[in-house]
């Protein structure tokens, strides 16, 4: 039997359903995800689209696509961060935080090239993507 996790949104009035793996999860430092998540670095789960439901509110889910890489999920009523679907990679990232029951297990650190919080976890540090997401696929050392 797959795991089902629930989350909501800031307020509750969206909630987000995912059920079995993340494909990955890690933490983005580029300036879209600092900017977008108002702190220094982004904790993120990246899903197969088909495993990640509105189970609640979908009439308040906003979007919000500043590219074509990532088309952002917010509630409307409280402006609470929920998802972005990142059509290049066919995946979706519900925010770690958005899930408070998932087990989050970061395996790399991703666009580390733009940090601005050093973090020695021991963790792979890529310079932007791994090759197999099109990115440079380089590593930086912590």
């Known amino acids: 039997m797959s795991a089902t996790h629930s989350g909501t949104c800031f307020c509750g009035a969206v909630q987000v359903e995912v059920t079995g793996s993340p494909e990955a ?10 900017s977008w998540s108002a702190g220094p670095v982004n904790a993120f789960s990246l899903w197969k689209p088909e495993n990640v439901k509105v189970t609640r509110g979908q009439e308040h889910v906003g979007h919000f696509a500043k590219t074509e890489n990532s088309d ?32 989050f297990k970061p395996a790399l650190h991703v666009n580390y090239g733009e940090t601005v ?23 930086l050392p912590e």
């Not at 917010?74 to 408070?100: K, Q, S, W």
């Open 117 to 139: 919080l050093r973090m020695r976890d021991g963790l792979p540090k890529m310079r932007d993507f791994p090759k197999e997401l099109g990115g440079s696929g380089e590593t």
């Open 25 to 34: 999860m890690g933490y983005c430092h580029c300036s879209s995800c600092r």
């Open 72 to 103: 952002r999920q917010f509630c409307t009523e409280c402006g609470g961060h929920l998802m972005t679907m990142h059509p290049p990679f066919g995946l979706m990232d519900v925010y770690a935080a958005t899930i408070p029951t998932l087990d």
